[in-house]
């Protein structure tokens, strides 16, 4: 079964600073991998994701993530956060049944906190 | 444009009750799921529907969930005799087609408390 794991639950960073969150996947195929924010009391919002192609995406927000199959990543960047970046993201991994898409396979989550 | 809506935003239940959950996904949008987000078991999938079918029901916590969706657009989750741990916030999702490149929108999630 595939897995996505984000190895760290909490990250501080200080507003203007680079910021980096890690994802890594486990699955047999090519991976349709994707990254979702959720900021407090709203839903998830997709930031980008990743087919097939150029292996580093833009998304919204000014992020970017770029997926290297040798070490089964997909990493969220941004050169410089800002105070309402703060929020919980999840890295996903589409899953793929006999019959055709199923859901989403989310890691448990980074929590980013953003110092002044 | 409107987006995917869920209600009630918040529920809360006693032990044992049956409980009712809807979503209203985007307009259009053939494929619906649903998730459950919990502390101790993160965002979970539980069921897919492409217009009114669900493939498969596996995801489905236990015998007590179930979830239809009628007429290809609202669908609704219902929890028989609630227990403690169904406690969770629960996410419905649309997609334009069910297709793995087709972005999932999300709605806000019901919290449903299980006392």
């Known amino acids: 079964a595939q897995s996505v794991t984000q190895p760290d639950i909490h990250i501080t960073v200080s507003e203007g600073a680079s910021l980096e969150l890690r994802c890594n996947y486990s699955y047999g195929a090519t991976p349709y991998l994707f990254w979702y924010v959720q900021s407090p009391g709203q839903g998830l919002q997709l930031l980008l994701k990743?087919?097939?192609?150029?292996?580093l995406v833009q998304g919204i927000k000014g992020f970017e993530a770029e997926f290297k199959r040798s070490q089964s990543s997909f990493n969220l960047r941004k050169p410089s956060v800002h105070w309402s970046d703060a929020a919980e993201y999840f890295c996903?991994?589409?899953?793929?049944?006999?019959?055709?898409?199923?859901?989403?396979?989310f890691g448990k989550g980074t929590h980013l906190i953003i110092q002044p | 444009g409107a987006g995917v809506s869920q209600s009630p935003s918040n529920k809360v239940t006693e032990k044992g009750k049956d409980v009712e959950l809807r979503c209203d996904p985007i307009?259009?949008?053939?494929?619906l799921y649903w998730y459950r987000q919990s502390l101790g078991q993160g965002l979970e999938f539980l069921i897919y529907f492409q217009g009114n079918s669900a493939p498969d029901k596996s995801g489905l916590p236990s015998d007590r969930f179930s979830a239809e969706r009628t007429g290809g657009s609202v669908s609704t989750l219902t929890i028989q005799r609630t227990q403690q741990e169904d406690s969770a916030v629960y996410l419905c999702?649309?997609?334009?087609?069910?297709?793995?490149?087709?972005?999932?929108?999300f709605g806000p999630g019901t919290r449903l408390t299980v006392l």
């Open positions: 999702a649309s997609s334009p087609r069910q297709y793995l490149t087709d972005t999932q929108y």
């Open positions: 307009s259009g949008h053939t494929a």
């Open positions: 996903a991994v589409a899953e793929h049944s006999g019959g055709g898409a199923d859901g989403l396979t």
């Open positions: 990743y087919f097939s192609g150029d292996t």
